[in-house]
């Protein structure tokens, strides 16, 4: 009894440092980086219990910071949806953010992991006790919090996937399994383009489109430059039109751009993916394809219009990207 109303003290001293760091980031900015340490270091102590410091290293975040990390982290919380680029190694994080994963392909996998919310809540991050928190936010405040629990390092999960994986997989010591993987998925994704090329089930030079429509906010969106435009644009696969090609070149374009159904004719390509995230969605873009500005279009009209769930179309996750490498052809209709 005694030692778990010692615990208890020690997290909810844990929780008063946090309390304080917060206001102190309103007042001075943080404090200085010295000062950051030493607190992060003794409230990681009091809120794991562990009077031993684990080995650490220094490596580079997605930023070229230099951080210390443990050498061997043994409870991750990950937060950010990719969450593939750790479970590709292995590697089951202690906690995360569920909101948005029950797309994924892994979701089984990841469904009993504790969820720390969105923004992560300081209160969850104590209680899980990490060892390590692997995060793409960017608000100074919150990494602050984060860091008064654990060690903190920044990927960015807008990277390309093949960076973020080998990134990882050296902060983690999967540095040849990380070649080992991006080598063999880039041999896939060839044999499969090659396959579909010779089987005539696409034809070079092939355009396509990637649409979402978003029925909460009655908003069309065309992808450009990220998610599955990123897998289906291959020099041995599909092209972007002529008019995708003038946004990509754009920087304001960066990712996506929002578009008015008028536009569709100049920017449509010989096949449509359209990317939805649940049922009443698919239904609502069923429909809009049969109105008269899409029904025009040649590939609607060639039947090539393709319905992709958001876990594997709105995701650069390194396991959706194995799964597409699969479903990709089955989508397009490929006969074996």
Same mark, same amino acid.
């Given at each position: 009894m005694m030692v778990i109303q010692s615990k208890n003290i020690r997290k909810g001293l844990t929780v008063l440092c946090i309390a304080m760091a917060l206001s102190?980031?309103?007042?001075?900015?943080?404090g200085s980086e010295a000062k950051s340490t030493n607190t992060r270091a003794a409230a990681t102590n009091q809120g794991s219990g562990q009077e031993n410091i684990s080995a650490t290293k220094f490596v580079m975040d997605a930023y070229d910071k230099q951080v210390e990390i443990p050498s061997s982290p043994k409870r991750i919380i990950y937060t950010d949806n990719t969450v593939g680029d750790i479970l590709l190694f292995g590697v089951?994080?202690?906690? +995360?953010? /569920?909101?948005? $994963?029950?797309?994924?392909?892994?979701?089984?996998?990841?469904?009993d992991v504790a969820d720390v919310g969105w923004p992560p809540s300081p209160e969850k991050l104590i209680e899980l006790e990490p060892d390590l928190i692997i995060t793409?936010?960017?608000?100074?405040?919150?990494?602050?919090?984060?860091?008064?629990?654990?060690?903190?390092?920044?990927?960015?999960?807008?990277?390309?996937?093949p960076v973020r994986v080998k990134r990882i997989g050296d902060w983690?010591?999967?540095?040849?399994?990380?070649?080992?993987?991006?080598?063999?998925?880039?041999a896939d994704i060839n044999e499969m383009w090659d396959s579909l090329l010779q089987k005539g089930t696409i034809q070079s030079g092939e355009t396509a489109s990637v649409f979402q429509y978003? +029925?909460? /906010?009655?908003? $069309?969106?065309?992808?450009?430059?990220?998610y599955l435009p990123t897998f289906v644009y291959h020099e041995k696969g599909f092209k972007p039109t002529a008019g995708i090609q003038e946004l990509i070149d754009d920087p304001e374009n960066y990712g996506y751009s929002d578009i008015?159904?008028?536009?569709l004719p100049n920017i449509a390509g010989?096949?449509?993916f359209i990317v939805y995230f649940d049922g009443p969605e698919l239904n609502e873009v069923k429909r809009m394809i049969n109105e008269p500005i899409w029904r025009d279009l040649p590939a609607v009209k060639a039947g090539k219009v393709y319905f992709v769930n958001g876990g594997l179309g709105i995701t650069t996750d390194p396991?959706?990207?194995?799964?597409?490498i699969k479903q990709l052809p089955v989508m397009l209709g490929e006969q074996s």
């Open positions: 102190a980031c309103g007042s001075n900015g943080g089951q994080p202690i906690g +995360l953010i /569920q909101d948005g $994963l029950q797309y994924a392909v892994y979701r089984d996998e990841v469904k793409s936010m960017t608000d100074a405040q919150q990494l602050e919090v984060m860091r008064k629990v654990a060690p903190v390092i920044q990927t960015n999960e807008w990277d390309p996937m983690l010591g999967f540095e040849k399994e990380a070649d080992e993987f991006l080598a063999k998925h880039e978003m +029925l909460g /906010q009655n908003r $069309l969106s065309v992808y450009t430059t990220s008015s159904a008028e536009v010989d096949r449509i396991l959706a990207r194995e799964a597409l």
